[in-house]
């Protein structure tokens, strides 16, 4: 079993619509919790963090599950920039070479 | 500009020819690691350093070397490539090696994209 697993998609959906993810892992003693965007052919951006009480940035909502070990990433009224790889970020300890990466979710927005 | 920057983009060679990947980072960061990125695989750690001298295996680090002999600069060194090296390879530093929540988020150079024939 994958330590960081995400649907890969991809996700189609039209402008305008709310689409979401879910990323699960494996290491009930996770301590943090990240999304990065990943554009094709270039390198992975933080986007958000993703606290305990859940959080918003925007039109991006985070949460976290510690119970069922799942993070979510909520995308409302979709961009057509918002096109890219999501990926999951979980880090075991609080040090970055703890960090452990899902495969990523890819989305595409159409107009 | 703050970031980190990889050399070459692109990298075509054949089996057996050692290369070297270099990463700097302009940001006086701490901490430095290299990983890469493989279809279906997300991305996984092949080395990384907390500081100048200090370097450590990250989970796949057979084939490779690095060095961490300026804080700004941690090349990746491949002594002898080989065709299952071809992947596509970032650098990443953050100021601290912390990442906790409001911690030292990781900046990642813009990628090598390195085929072994």
Known sequence: ?111 | EAQVTQNPRYLITVTGKKLTVTCSQNMNHEYMSWYRQDPGLGLRQIYYSMNVEVTDKGDVPEGYKVSRKEKRNFPLILESPSPNQTSLYFCASSLHVSAGQGGSPLHFGNGTRLTVT
Do not use: H
Request: aromatic share 12%.
């Open chain 1, 1 to 111: 079993r994958k330590e960081v697993e995400q649907d890969p998609g991809p996700f189609n959906v039209p402008e305008g619509a709310t689409v979401a993810f879910n990323c699960t892992y494996s290491n009930s003693a996770s301590q943090s919790f990240f999304w990065y965007r990943q554009d094709c052919r270039k390198e992975p951006k933080l986007l958000m963090s993703v606290y305990s009480s859940g959080n918003e940035d925007g039109r991006f909502t985070a949460q976290l599950n510690r119970a069922s070990q799942y993070i979510s990433l909520l995308i409302r009224d979709s961009k057509l920039s918002d096109s890219a790889t999501y990926l999951c970020v979980v880090n075991d300890r609080y040090n970055n070479n703890d960090m452990r990466f899902g495969a990523g979710t890819r989305l595409t927005v159409k107009p």
